[in-house]
């Protein structure tokens, strides 16, 4: 009696109302006691129990009306009333026909249609319920959502109108899911949300179901750059590239004006990933693969810049950086697959910008240790490197600020840049490390200025026929670029001339101290050094002729007051303060101090006697190199004998007399100051003798002094 009957009562022995045939329910409704309007009659097999109680609803054409005068009757008949077929949409319109507030009755059709579209979801099991009939249900949503939609449409509601519209196109795809036989059918409301939606898309993405997850996505209004790529990403998994592109083409925006953006980049490393991750099952069955295998090793041994990759793969990973990347991606893959010619080839052909050259090209090789070979790649697709000026110029650039100087020094030779690889050993020659230099590894180092000698001559000798430098153009010589920073801007033959005869002169500074050092024993000793600006040890290095003016006249007087043969040291010396046009007196007067710290008097007095044979030689620097070396000895405490006989033979050498007097009363000679300045009737000396002899407590000097003056008072007057 289940499946067809329309009548339910409590049954003995089941907790809940059960259908029964009609001849039970007949039966059941005569003998229980339930409602007294139902007489007590006895019947036979010809009685009609409709005719006889006709408002027990026992008729079949009317089998659920109400009787007026039986409440108790009509409660019973409505709990347990039902569609006595299947589902009525027209009696539900009709109901909801009653309700007086249209927009009030189209809302409740719209849950409705919540409800009913909840019928086709699966259980917590998954189990779907097989009684009901999917495609029914979903035309009967879609009839409900037309007369909602009407419904709205005359009580003026946009906004209901537009919701029916988006439940319409849900369940077209609710029927699209169904008829694709797609087990986890969501509800109506489900795919309204955006979340909920995309999480459908994605389990159909994940199940390989890309038309019904583009359908979701479409419907749904959703990102379809998801499943175009999942979709693209499965056949070239499957080895069919040309679907792939075509497939693919819809995940990126084609523009020759910018670059793709980073989400852009990203899929494009993936896809360039996985085609050479790719089986390639889509590739001729016919194909003979120990051939294709033995062309592709034979093709790696003729060429070193072509990486062990099959055709197909190549040119696809090369389709799709070309259509979709940039210069950069495309420079970036090549090198990395050591294509080095064609990476070279794409760069000049495309212009691409220093940067792409340096950080996608050079590097990579610098890296992978083929910088010898990509180098020979430079040069046989432009001999004259005049293409490469500007991109090798950068990379001397980065590796001048990354202090990486052997691989800068190799470039610049490379690049035929004497001027730069000179400048460069010079660097070598001065050193990185930040810590104290001895003479020691200065003249070990020495071979760098040699070095630097010769490439500042090929660069004069290279010069002369094309009367530029590498890098010069030649309506302006003297515009070069620095690689480092450290190329003067104006460096022409003469400039260069200069720096070789600064190198000799350094040089020759580095053998003359090494030679002093290994007899007084301080090899080890940290020679003197020089700021170079910044904080630390990083920033210091040892003081030489190619740092600035200052610095050059340290270096001259640690030269004079350090070398053993101290003629040949001055001559040094001279052609040093010479060249750079050092102040003089400055220099000497401080070798002059040094010298008397060091209680080397001979030496100060053979100081004075060179610069007296030298070009040099004036009564002015005379007189300040000894009163500089005075002023050290008068303060010294040696024996008197000893200090008179050196200070004597100083003083005697000065020729200025009122420098003289002055070099006296530093010494406490006063008398004998007394006698030079009365000699040469200097009155105004004689009056500071007195001063000083009085404060001295020397009263005889004092006394002669006023006398003095006082009798060349009226004639000094």
């Not at 896809?271 to 051939?291: F, G, M, N, R, Y």
């Not at 010898?372 to 990379?395: F, G």
């Not at 070099?663 to 006063?670: N, R």
């Not at 004689?686 to 006023?706: S, T």
Request: aromatic share 8%; proline share 3%; glycine share 4%.
């Amino acid at each position: 009696c289940n499946p067809c009957s329309s009548h339910i009562i409590q049954v003995e022995g089941y907790e809940t109302q059960q259908r029964v045939c009609d001849d039970c329910y007949d039966y059941h409704m005569l003998i229980s006691g339930s409602s007294d309007d139902i007489p007590s009659v006895e019947l036979d097999d010809d009685t009609d129990l409709a005719k006889l109680y006709p408002g027990l609803g026992l008729s079949s054409q009317f089998p659920w009306r109400l009787i007026s005068q039986d409440a108790h009757f009509n409660q019973n008949l409505r709990r347990e009333f039902y569609y006595d077929v299947s589902p009525s949409t027209p009696l539900c319109l009709a109901i909801v026909d009653l309700i007086q507030d249209i927009r009030l009755g189209a809302g409740f059709i719209l849950h409705c249609c919540h409800n009913v579209s909840i019928q086709l979801v699966p259980d917590d099991h998954g189990k779907v319920n097989e009684e009901i009939d999917h495609y029914f249900t979903i035309s009967m949503m879609e009839n409900l959502l037309q007369n909602a939609k009407l419904r709205f449409t005359r009580a003026g509601d946009s906004s209901g109108v537009e919701l029916c519209d988006t439940y319409l196109s849900r369940v077209d795809l609710l029927r699209l899911l169904v008829s694709s036989q797609y087990s986890e059918i969501p509800s109506i409301q489900e795919l309204t949300r955006p979340e909920l939606a995309r999480r459908v898309r994605d389990k159909l993405i994940a199940d390989d179901r890309y038309k019904l997850a583009m359908e979701v996505s479409t419907k749904c209004l959703l990102d379809t750059s998801a499943v175009w790529s999942a979709w693209g990403m499965a056949c070239i998994r499957a080895g069919d590239f040309n679907k792939a592109r075509e497939l693919l083409r819809h995940c990126f925006q084609v523009s020759s004006q910018s670059s793709p953006s980073s989400g852009g980049s990203h899929l494009l490393e993936r896809i360039v990933e996985q085609i050479l991750t790719s089986p390639l099952v889509s590739v001729k069955q016919s194909e003979d693969w120990s051939e294709t295998v033995k062309n592709a090793m034979m093709l790696s041994e003729q060429r070193h810049d072509v990486a062990l990759m099959d055709s197909k793969r190549f040119n696809e990973c090369c389709h799709y950086i070309n259509v979709y990347g940039t210069a950069g991606m495309m420079v970036g893959f090549l090198s990395r697959h050591h294509c080095w010619k064609e990476a070279c080839t794409h760069v000049l052909k495309n212009k691409c910008s220093t940067d792409v050259f340096v950080n996608h090209l050079w590097i990579p090789g610098l890296k992978s240790g083929q910088l010898e070979y990509l180098e020979e790649c430079l040069r046989s697709t432009d001999p004259s490197l005049s293409k490469w000026e500007q991109y090798l110029t950068a990379v001397c650039r980065l590796l001048s600020q990354r202090r990486l100087y052997h691989i800068l020094y190799h470039t610049q030779l490379f690049m035929k840049d004497f001027v730069r690889s000179a400048m460069t050993c010079i660097k070598f020659y001065i050193g990185f490390s930040g810590r104290s230099t001895t003479i020691e590894e200065l003249y070990l180092r020495r071979k760098y200025l040699e070095t630097a000698r010769q490439h500042f001559q090929s660069a004069i000798e290279a010069s002369q026929p094309r009367g530029r430098m590498f890098g010069m153009s030649s309506r302006d010589e003297s515009s070069s670029r620095g690689s480092g920073g450290t190329l003067p801007r104006n460096m022409n033959i003469q400039d260069m001339q200069t720096h070789i005869h600064t190198v000799c002169l350094q040089i020759t500074i580095t053998e003359l101290l090494y030679k002093a050092s290994i007899v007084s024993d301080t090899l080890q000793k940290p020679v003197p050094v020089v700021n170079t600006g910044g904080i630390g040890k990083e920033q210091q290095q040892p003081a030489t002729l190619f740092s600035t003016g200052i610095v050059r006249g340290e270096v001259t007087c640690h030269l004079l007051t350090s070398c053993q043969d101290f003629t040949e040291g001055f001559q040094v010396a001279y052609e040093i303060i010479s060249a750079y046009r050092l102040p003089a007196n400055r220099v000497l007067s401080e070798v002059a101090k040094q010298l008397a710290l060091k209680e080397r008097y001979v030496d100060v007095r053979l100081l004075v006697q060179c610069v007296q044979k030298s070009s040099l030689s004036s009564s002015e620097l005379n007189d300040e190199i000894c009163m500089a070396a005075i002023k050290v000895l008068a303060n010294q405490s040696k024996e008197a004998r000893q200090l008179d006989k050196h200070l004597e033979k100083l003083i005697q050498a000065i020729t200025n007399d009122k420098n003289k007097i002055k070099a006296l009363i530093q010494c406490g000679k006063l008398k004998n100051a007394y006698l030079v300045a009365i000699k040469a009737r200097l009155h105004e000396e004689v009056e500071l003798i007195a001063d000083v002899a009085a404060k001295a407590n020397q009263l005889g000097v004092r006394d002669i002094c006023e006398k003095w003056l006082q009798q060349h008072q009226s004639h000094h007057r």
